[in-house]
């Protein structure tokens, strides 16, 4: 059965379900053109597919094993319609040509490496310049965003769960040790899309993975994000240089535009023209997240959209988060439904270890040894107003 109609009909049925017990709207499908079959195919000699999962209020996530990317996610606006919420391609050929980092999970090293270099245990790493021959972006040339994981839909006790799996050998993209990396993305009846990431390796090495999906909460295709009301719970951010490289400063947001300590619109300071929002061509900067203790699942940040009433909150375990305006999209990318993904159409919610911290000591250290365990936890939570 073509995968639109099951999903319809999976939604359709949940809502029945409950209009027995209480009085729910219907939920409707706005979107809804990515089919599995587009997404079967080999590359690297691997196959790769597309998994849907749906929780029993009529969220439905589909994520490919394609570079671990969400694909899709809907969720239901204040009214009941639902919508998709994240920027993706229709199938795995537009995957590869288009910007391979549409709702991946960007790794080794997710954000930026100053020119790809640094030294662990006194040893000397050169990475992948793939950002303009500059600096590592995201893991280098053919990162985690590039690879084919292993994939399959599990049950947990949170609820249903897509489960993804990554080998990444010694020396990959010049990174040492041998990386075994587990992501697991699991839906939760509380409307939640928890991101849980687990990775060992056999050397010294270091990492930072993270969530790279692109969101409007009016849905993929409504236009500039500029009037979502942003929140940040970061009392701290790394200003950049013209390449995006943290300076190594750490400065307060007070006074800036990087305040978000209290609801802000996107769009209401990022033509400033204070040098940091210059230098990101908007906001393209890392926040460092308030928390007592370090590891914690904790607040970092919400987004609401009034149009459509959708509240999005995301709570990490991590110690920062990249937010990113979509500052570089240009309408180029053309993706579901033959939308075009113009300028500052979406916006990133990262959460991640600070970016090039390999080159500050002072950063907390994203080393990672034998017999560690990186193990990490991002929540986005789902509601309406
Ligand atoms: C970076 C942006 C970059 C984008 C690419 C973000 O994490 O901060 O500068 O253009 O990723 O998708």
Request: aromatic share 10%; charged share 20%.
């Amino acid at each position: 059965m073509n995968r639109t109609i099951l999903i319809l009909l999976l939604i359709l049925a949940v809502s029945c379900q409950q209009k027995t017990k209480k009085t729910v709207t219907v939920m409707k499908i706005i979107s809804g053109t990515v089919e599995q079959e587009n997404f079967q195919t080999t590359y690297k000699n691997l196959k790769t597919d597309l998994f849907t999962i749906q929780n029993q209020n009529g969220i439905v996530l589909q994520v490919t094993n394609y570079g671990a990317k969400i694909v899709t996610l809907f969720v239901p606006d204040k009214s009941g319609n639902s919508g998709d919420i994240v920027f993706g391609y229709e199938k795995i050929a537009d995957y590869l040509e288009g910007d391979k980092y549409f709702g991946a999970v960007v790794g080794r090293y997710a954000n930026r490496i100053a020119a790809g270099k640094f030294t662990l245990d006194g040893k000397d790493y050169q990475l992948p310049k793939n950002e303009g021959g500059k600096n590592l972006l995201h893991g280098g040339d053919s990162g985690f965003d590039d690879a084919v994981w292993t994939g399959e839909v599990i049950e947990t006790p949170e609820g249903k769960a897509v489960k993804l799996n990554l080998v990444s050998p010694d020396g990959d993209q010049g990174f040492p040790g041998t990386l075994n990396v587990e992501v697991i993305y699991t839906l939760t009846d509380k409307n939640e899309l928890i991101v849980d990431y687990k990775a060992v390796t056999d050397k010294p090495t270091v990492i930072n993975l993270s969530q790279h999906s692109y969101f409007n909460l009016a849905g993929h295709a409504a236009g500039p994000i500029l009037s979502h009301e942003l929140v940040l719970n970061a009392d701290r951010f790394t200003p950049v240089d013209e390449n995006l490289i943290p300076t190594g400063e750490i400065r307060p947001v007070e006074g800036t535009a990087f305040d978000f300590r209290t609801p802000h619109l996107i769009g209401e300071r990022i033509a400033n023209t204070e040098e940091q929002v210059v230098l990101g061509k908007g906001y393209d900067h890392n926040f460092i997240l308030n928390k007592e203790k370090s590891g914690d699942l904790t607040f970092a940040a919400s987004a609401y959209e009034k149009g459509s009433g959708r509240f999005m909150e995301v709570y990490t375990t991590h110690p920062a988060i990249q937010f990113y305006t979509g500052n570089f999209l240009d309408g180029s990318q053309i993706g579901k439904d033959g939308n075009k993904y113009v300028y500052r159409s979406g916006f990133c919610l990262e959460t991640q270890y600070y970016p090039d911290s390999p080159n500050h000591p002072d950063f907390p250290s994203t080393v990672l040894r034998p017999g560690e365990e990186y193990k990490h936890r991002t929540v986005f939570k789902f509601s309406v107003k």
